[in-house]
C-alpha cells in the first residue's frame, strides 16, 4: 500500500523545497524527494544551488576576495601584512560548513512545517485510476524502496552541467561547476571553455588565488545577453585584472595527460592554437534532468532538449503534474524556480499565484559585480522601442571612493515618452544589492522620475541608482 499524499515534490532544490514548504504552509500533506547525498552519504538538501552552485560559489568569491584584499588593496590602507599565505584545504572546509548549514537549515524547515521528506531517487510508477483517487504512483529508490502516491506532483528535478561531445567530466581535471569547487591547490594554469556565468565567476576565484586563467568562448561577444556597454565595461576590468578572454573560438581536440590538459582551439581568425592547462573547467551551459524521472510511463512530454513542456503556469501535459526551475523553460535561475515554486503552490491551492517573467533579476557575482532586470539597449533598439538612457559612474560616488571600489556604472533606461523604467543594468561593487530596488521599481512600474525624487541615504552606494536616473534627465547633481 502506498503511502498518500496530496502533494509530492520530486527534487529538493530552490524550486521544489520552497514550492513543498509553501504547499504545507497551505494546509496540503506534502512529501518532498531528493536524491542528494552528502560525503557521508546522508542527504543534503538545496540541490544544485545550495550543494554545488549559488551558496559554495559565493562562499569561495568571499574567501578569494578576502585573500585578494590582503595580498593586493591593504597596502593603500596604510594596513601591511607580512607572512601571507593561502590555505585551500581550510578554504574548501569553510566553504563545506557553509553548505551544511544551508542543507541543515532546509531539513530544518521541512521539519518546522511538516512536510515528509523521503531520501532516494524517484521516479513515476503510473496514473491511478480516478476511482482509486486519482493521481501518481512515484517510486523512490534510497536506502530501501518506497511506494507513494501523490494527488498532484511537482517536478523540480533542476539541471546537470553540458560537457562538451567526446569529452565527458572526471571532475580532477575535466571539471563541472562541481569539480570546480572543490580543486584543492591552486592550479598554476586553468582553462575555461566558455565566458558565461559559470565560467566567469569561478575564473575569478581562481585567478584571485593566483591561477593563470584562460578563457575560450565561442561567441564573438563577451557577455551576448548582458547590455553591451555593461558587458565592455566588465571585460575592461576583468582584461585588467589579468583573465585571458578569448572570444570567437572553435574548440577542437581536448586531450589529457599526467602532466595536465592540452586544448587545441582557432581564433577568431581561424589560426591554429594550443592552451595547455592544468585543470580545464567546462561550463558551456546546462541541461534539463529528466533522465530516470520514468516520464514515459505517464506520458508526461518533454521538448527536443528534454525539457518538461509547460505553459506559463508550470502546468505539464498532465492533469496533476506540475513542473518549476531548470527542468523547464526559462532562465536558470535559483530564485526564478522558488517564484515558480510558490506560484504553484498557491495556484493549487485555488489562489492565484503569479511570476513575473520581466522582472527577474540577474547576477554575475564577479568582481565587479554585474546585474541587471528587464531589457537591455540593445533589445530595446532592435524592438524599435523609442528611450532614454542615464548611466551613472561609480568614480563620483562618494562611498564607492571611501570603499575603493569605483569600477562601473549603474544604468537606467526609461520609456522615451512615459518614462517608465525599462531596464537598469549595473557593473561595479554590491551590484547584487542594488539591483533590488530597482527591481521593486520596475515591478510597481515606476519611473525613471520617481527614482529620482525618492531620498537616497548619503552616503551609500544607492545614491548611483538615483544618479542614474537623474541622468535619464540629463540632470546628474554629482558628474
Ligand atoms: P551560460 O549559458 O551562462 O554560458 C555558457 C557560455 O558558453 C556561453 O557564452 C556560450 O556561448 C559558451 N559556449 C557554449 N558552447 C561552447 C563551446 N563549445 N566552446 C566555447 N564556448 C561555448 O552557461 P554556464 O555558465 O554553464 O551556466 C549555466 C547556467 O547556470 C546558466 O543558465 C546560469 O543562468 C546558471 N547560473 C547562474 C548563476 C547566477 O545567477 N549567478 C551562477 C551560475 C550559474
Given amino acids: 500500500m502506498s503511502e498518500q499524499f496530496d502533494v509530492i515534490v520530486i527534487g529538493g532544490g530552490p524550486g521544489g ?9 497551505l494546509g496540503m500533506n506534502v512529501a518532498c524527494v531528493d536524491e542528494w547525498k552528502n560525503s557521508k552519504g546522508g542527504p543534503a538538501l538545496g540541490g544544485t544551488c545550495t550543494n ?3 551558496i559554495p560559489s559565493k562562499a569561495l568569491l568571499q574567501s578569494s576576495e578576502h585573500f585578494d584584499h590582503a595580498g593586493h588593496h591593504f597596502a593603500e590602507h596604510g594596513i601591511s601584512v607580512s607572512g601571507l599565505s593561502l590555505d585551500v584545504t581550510r578554504m574548501v572546509a569553510r566553504k563545506d560548513t557553509v553548505v551544511k548549514q544551508n542543507n541543515d537549515g532546509i531539513a530544518y524547515l521541512f521539519k518546522k512545517n511538516k512536510v515528509s521528506f523521503f531520501h532516494g531517487r524517484a521516479s513515476f510508477v503510473k496514473a491511478v485510476n480516478s476511482t482509486d483517487g486519482g493521481g501518481y504512483e512515484i517510486k523512490v529508490i534510497g536506502a530501501a524502496e518506497e511506494a507513494l502516491a501523490g494527488k498532484q506532483i511537482i517536478v523540480a528535478t533542476g539541471s546537470s552541467a553540458r ?3 567526446g569529452t565527458p567530466f572526471d571532475e580532477d581535471m575535466i571539471l563541472s561547476n562541481d569539480g570546480a569547487l572543490r580543486i584543492g591547490a591552486v592550479p598554476k594554469k ?6 558565461g ?11 584571485r588565488l ?16 548582458v547590455d553591451e556597454q555593461i558587458a565592455k565595461e566588465a571585460h575592461k576590468a576583468f582584461v585588467k585584472q589579468g ?3 578569448e572570444l570567437g573560438v572553435s574548440v577542437g581536440d581536448i586531450n589529457k595527460s599526467k602532466k595536465g590538459v592540452s586544448v587545441a582551439w582557432t581564433n577568431a581568425k581561424g589560426d591554429p592554437q594550443a592552451l595547455e592547462v592544468d585543470k580545464l573547467i567546462v561550463s558551456i551551459g546546462r541541461v534539463p534532468n529528466t533522465v530516470g524521472l520514468n516520464a514515459e510511463a505517464v506520458g508526461l512530454q518533454l521538448d527536443e532538449r528534454g525539457a518538461i513542456v509547460v505553459d506559463d503556469q508550470c502546468r505539464t501535459s498532465l492533469a496533476g503534474v506540475w513542473a518549476v526551475g531548470d527542468v523547464v523553460r526559462g532562465p536558470m535561475l535559483a530564485h526564478k524556480a522558488e517564484e515558480e515554486g510558490v506560484a504553484v503552490a498557491e495556484r493549487m491551492a485555488g489562489q492565484h499565484g503569479h511570476v513575473n517573467f520581466n522582472t527577474i533579476p540577474w547576477v554575475i557575482y564577479t568582481n565587479p559585480e554585474i546585474a541587471w532586470v ?8 532592435a524592438a524599435g522601442r523609442a528611450y532614454k538612457a542615464g548611466t551613472f559612474p561609480f568614480l563620483a560616488n562618494g562611498r564607492a571612493r571611501a570603499l575603493g571600489d569605483t569600477t562601473g556604472m549603474v544604468k537606467m533606461l526609461a520609456d522615451a515618452a512615459t518614462d517608465e523604467i525599462l531596464g537598469v543594468h549595473i557593473v561595479g561593487p554590491m551590484a547584487s544589492e542594488l539591483i533590488a530596488e530597482c527591481v521593486v521599481a520596475m515591478e510597481f512600474r515606476a519611473s525613471s522620475e520617481d527614482i529620482a525624487r525618492i531620498c537616497h541615504a548619503h552616503p551609500s552606494l544607492s545614491e548611483a541608482t538615483k544618479e542614474a536616473a537623474l541622468a535619464v534627465d540629463k540632470r546628474t547633481l554629482n558628474f
Avoid: D, H, N
Avoid at 556565468?197 to 585567478?207: D, F, N, Q, T, Y
Avoid at 593566483?210 to 545577453?225: Q, R
Fill in 17 to 25: 523545497y520552497v514550492a513543498a514548504i509553501r504547499a504545507a504552509q
Fill in 52 to 54: 554545488v552552485g549559488c
Fill in 163 to 165: 560537457a562538451l561531445p
Fill in 190 to 195: 586553468l582553462g575555461l571553455i566558455g565566458s
Fill in 197 to 207: 556565468v559559470i565560467g566567469l565567476e569561478m575564473g575569478s576565484v581562481w585567478r
Fill in 210 to 225: 593566483g591561477a593563470e586563467v584562460t578563457v575560450l568562448e565561442a561567441l564573438p561577444i563577451f557577455l551576448g545577453a
Fill in 243 to 245: 583573465l585571458k578572454i
Fill in 374 to 381: 528587464g531589457q537591455t539597449e540593445q533589445q530595446l533598439k
